[in-house]
């Protein structure tokens, strides 16, 4: 599984290199707001709970 986690980190890396800048950005500025919103869904419920 790790294997195939750093292939595909390898080959997104490689996408982005040959990306322009202002689309690089979007797309990690939407990759973020995704991670930060998963994580909160995902640690409320855990607050609640204790």
Sequence with gaps: MLLFA????GLLAGA???T???VFLVAAG????WLLLFGAREHLP?????
């Design 30 to 33: 939407a990759i973020a707001a």
């Design 6 to 9: 750093l292939a595909a980190l």
């Design 20 to 22: 322009s800048m202002p």
């Design 16 to 18: 982005a290199v040959h």
């Design 46 to 50: 855990r607050l609640y709970r204790h």
